[in-house]
């Protein structure tokens, strides 16, 4: 592929109100893409159109080849989500609800099997592998939300607002495993309204009001915009806009 995701000018309205306003890019296969803005700016909308969840009113938008309008539910098969809300079982626990969406990805159980003991090695969550999620912290329930999203091996993962409510530090760890995942060919896209996160991405955009006001690598904005952080590029975009 040229482009794991590409758009054109991907719209989408209710009402009288549009949330997404004739919105175009490309992310490239292993990118790190930040979708930033404030929240209600339409970053969660966008991204339930691109995961097939909501149908576009406007545009074209293709994953992983795929024509999101037309194919939904292939799309759905070949990426992985974890949404801004918690995306696993609280009264189920941490084993059970890796055993629960590998079955949900289609996996063999001996795969699943196999891939449990790696990723309950992995977030050191062995000796809690019995407990109900709901016990856990939220941090160590974000990670594991994640890993749990990458179970089936996509290409193409979609995180919305991931790190939401969770500490600096847990943030940073969060942010690792970002890392790696990009590290074995996985491409990210990342909505966040913490600018500071930025600086992880390769490139981000940042919208506005439904519009996409900028999108450019973090340094070359903060060049653009004479900011010596993205905090600063947002409050100016923000101040233009409004």
């Known amino acids: 592929m040229d482009h794991a995701i590409q758009i054109e000018q991907l719209t989408k309205t209710f009402g009288n109100f549009t949330a997404v306003n004739a919105i175009s890019f490309e992310v490239a296969p292993g990118e790190i893409f930040g979708f930033l803005g404030a929240n209600g700016a339409g970053k969660t909308t966008a991204l339930k159109m691109l995961t097939g969840l909501l149908k576009p009113s406007g545009g074209q938008a293709w994953v992983a080849g795929i024509d999101v309008q037309r194919k939904p539910e ?7 989500y974890m949404s801004q809300k918690f995306s696993l079982y609280e009264d189920l626990t941490v084993r059970e609800n890796i055993r629960l ?3 949900i990805y289609g996996l063999k159980r001996t795969d699943i099997k196999a891939k449990t003991a790696v990723l309950l090695e992995k977030l050191q969550l062995e000796p809690y592998a019995d407990q109900l999620v709901a016990g856990l912290p939220l941090g160590w329930r974000q990670k594991l939300a994640f890993s749990v999203a990458l ?22 760890q969060f942010w690792d495993l970002i890392y790696e ?4 060919g996985v491409t ?10 930025a600086e992880y991405c390769n490139r981000v955009s940042i919208m506005v009001d439904g519009k996409i006001e900028a999108l450019d690598t973090p340094r070359n904005m903060k060049k653009t915009f004479a900011a010596e952080d993205m905090d600063e590029v947002f409050r100016k975009l923000a101040r233009s806009g409004s």
Do not use: C, W
Not at 74 to 80: E, H, M, N, S, W
Not at 152 to 168: K, Q, Y
Not at 188 to 197: F, Q
């Open 188 to 197: 990210l896209m990342v909505t966040t309204h913490y600018m500071d996160e």
């Open 181 to 184: 995942a990009a590290h074995n």
């Open 101 to 103: 969406y590998g079955g």
């Open 151 to 172: 179970l089936h091996e996509p290409r193409i993962v979609f995180l919305d607002e991931p790190t939401s409510g969770v500490d600096p530090l847990t943030r940073r």
């Open 74 to 80: 292939q799309v759905k098969r070949r990426i992985g």
